[in-house]
């Protein structure tokens, strides 16, 4: 039996029960977003709960200054690839703008995640003005989160990237949404910059699970973005995102230490080149000798 390789024992797959229960149970269900392949694999092998496929994608992998242009192909092209990167772990597709406005878009888009790109359920954003639409997905069998306070696809309607909920009034509003998804038949939700006392005292209302980005440890569970939260993506670093490594210096200094090399010419070295049989070499050498002449 050959015993120097290792085997990693098969990760167990989280599903919808799970998730519910974790309400129950008391168990803090991690969620991470993660825009590809490599990261999806980080996330699995690491042992996140619940990789999603946020449309944070299009600042991320795409270049843009928020979340507006990802579009359905975009979304389907990245789950994919999430899935495959990431087999024994739950994956939430998030809908992005637009995609799910009226309850036929939504059901197609839907669809297309669970379908296509072999998504464990999908996210709209959107609590009582949306609840229509996510009750439409949950009795067509579509397992269907969703995501209030600060939700990115009415961010101009914020006039920005703003706390949500922090008078009486505003925080009430946040209470009935969540109250309109739980009703709706959703399984989990997720509060998005929201005071943490508000988020928690409408968490112990719930039935159902929360998880929080920006809405303090009363929650449920937590979220944040891979490339936040390893240093990956740079342009700015919201407050509530803790760096726990800095890869893009990480990366930066290597690519440095690699530019150095190739100037120097101490890359490739002997050890990164391939070697040929000294007499073929020779013979080579001989036959170019002899093209020289013809």
């Not at 507006?68 to 597709?93: E, K, Q, W, Y």
């Not at 937590?222 to 990480?250: M, W």
């Amino acid at each position: 039996m050959n015993t120097s390789a290792v085997t990693t024992p098969e990760k167990k797959k989280r599903n919808l029960q799970d998730i519910r229960e974790s309400k129950k149970t008391g168990e803090k269900m991690v969620y991470m977003s993660v825009p590809d392949y490599t990261s999806a694999k980080w996330a699995e092998t690491a042992g996140v709960d619940v990789a999603v496929v946020g449309d944070s994608l299009a600042m991320i992998a795409h270049g843009h200054s928020n979340t507006i242009p990802a579009t359905m192909d975009m979304m389907v092209m990245h789950a994919t690839s999430i899935r495959r990167g990431a087999p024994n772990t739950f994956v939430l597709g998030c809908m992005p703008y637009q995609s799910y406005n009226t309850v036929d878009r939504a059901l197609q888009n839907a669809t297309r995640f669970m379908q296509e790109a072999g998504s464990d359920a999908v996210k709209p954003q959107g609590g009582k003005s949306q609840a229509h639409i996510l009750k439409a997905l949950v009795d067509a069998g579509i397992p269907t989160a969703s995501h209030i306070g600060m939700t990115p696809h009415t961010v101009a309607v914020f006039g920005g990237f703003r706390i949500q909920g922090r008078t009486a009034d505003a925080a009430m509003k946040i209470l009935e949404d969540a109250f309109a998804i739980q009703d709706a038949g959703c399984f989990m939700l997720e509060f998005e910059a929201v005071p943490a006392k508000i988020a928690t005292v409408i968490s112990k209302q719930l039935e159902i699970p929360t998880i929080g980005i920006g809405a303090g440890v009363g929650t449920d569970g937590q979220i944040l973005l891979c490339h936040d939260l390893l240093g990956v993506f740079s342009d700015f670093k919201p407050k509530f995102t803790k760096r726990y490594a800095n890869l893009t210096e990480v990366a930066v200094k290597g690519i440095k230490d690699y530019i150095s090399e190739v100037k120097s010419g101490s890359f490739p070295d002997d050890d990164h080149s391939y070697s040929v049989d000294e007499k073929e070499y020779e013979k080579f050498l001989g036959m170019v000798e002899k093209r020289k002449h013809l």
